[in-house]
């Protein structure tokens, strides 16, 4: 079970999130836990060839160490490398995350695993009644883990319906054809699309503050500032539709080698060759007071 949740940015910028409560978690965990075993049940059939074959004690020094590897440096490495997921939570669709909705780095993932181990699940954790019970008293669901490294385990999968895919705006596709792309490096847009697909999350508010710091970095990335009257979302759109546009035509080349050319068609001497009638060219419309209809 999931309920909506707060979270602050640094911007002052409250974001409704849904935090995973016991049950996703709890899933996510075994998961986990079943791949943590099939490592360690692997590391002790090499390891009890090394008792055999060699020194007893450094048979049993190496089994604490790959423990411990096993136990606190696969939720570590996960979380630091993808971002607060683990293969267990990329199953349930959860994402762990700081309190102020960034990211987590190394820090906050080393500080959850280790207190994962010793407090919450393993040595101090009675195979994990702490961490079952700090959850089902916190209003977030989260841990002992959590609470010292700062951070908040949210469900990152939505339906379909809460993010929206916004497309070119029809009032900028000529203008966007017109930009320098070339410069846009692909962080910055990987920050503005996940901005465009939360705007069903963010209230009003929070979708202009956000998108207006994206379009200032995007702006002056590749120079071409928010013309008037256009939402920052909207600009930001149209910036990630005709990039997308452009590496979609890189891939499809525009002569298909190989293919035979086909002949010519002979005409009658002396007949004119039919030109296109001409067509009405449709006269240009004044925009109305509000062009832009912001994403729902």
Do not use: C
Not at 232 to 260: F, T
């Amino acid at each position: 079970m999931e309920q909506e949740s707060e979270l602050v940015t640094g911007e002052a910028v409250v974001l409704d999130v849904r935090a995973a409560k016991l049950a996703s978690r709890g899933l996510a965990m075994m998961i986990d836990v079943a791949l943590q075993l099939i490592a360690l049940f692997a590391a002790m059939l090499v390891l009890s060839q090394v008792a055999v074959f060699g020194d007893e004690a450094l048979a049993l020094t190496l089994f604490l160490v790959t423990l411990v590897l096993i136990m606190v440096g696969y939720p570590v490495i996960f979380e630091t490398l993808s971002r607060g997921r683990t293969l267990g939570k990329m199953a349930l669709g959860l994402r762990v995350v700081r309190t102020d909705g960034g990211p987590v780095r190394f820090r906050h993932a080393l500080v959850r695993g280790l207190a994962g181990f010793f407090i919450d699940f393993w040595a101090l954790g009675m195979l994990g009644v702490v961490a079952v019970v700090t959850s089902l008293l916190s209003p977030n669901g989260r841990r002992v883990g959590d609470y010292l490294a700062g951070t908040l385990v949210i469900r990152e999968r939505m339906p379909a319906s809460r993010t929206p895919y916004v497309g070119m705006p029809p009032q900028l596709a000529y203008w966007a054809s017109q930009l320098d792309l070339t410069r846009l490096p692909n962080d910055l847009a990987l920050a503005v699309r996940q901005y465009l697909s939360r705007t069903s999350e963010l209230r009003p508010e929070a979708v202009e503050a956000l998108g207006y710091g994206l379009a200032q970095q995007v702006a002056a990335v590749i120079g071409a500032p928010m013309p008037p009257g256009v939402p920052s979302w909207a600009y930001l759109s149209a910036v990630l539709a005709e990039r997308r546009r452009r590496d979609q035509a890189k891939l499809q080349p525009e002569v298909q080698h190989g293919q035979p050319v086909p002949a010519a068609q002979p005409f009658a001497p002396g007949q004119p060759v039919g030109q296109p009638s001409p067509q009405p060219v449709a006269q240009p419309q004044p925009p109305s007071e509000n062009p832009f209809t912001p994403p729902s």
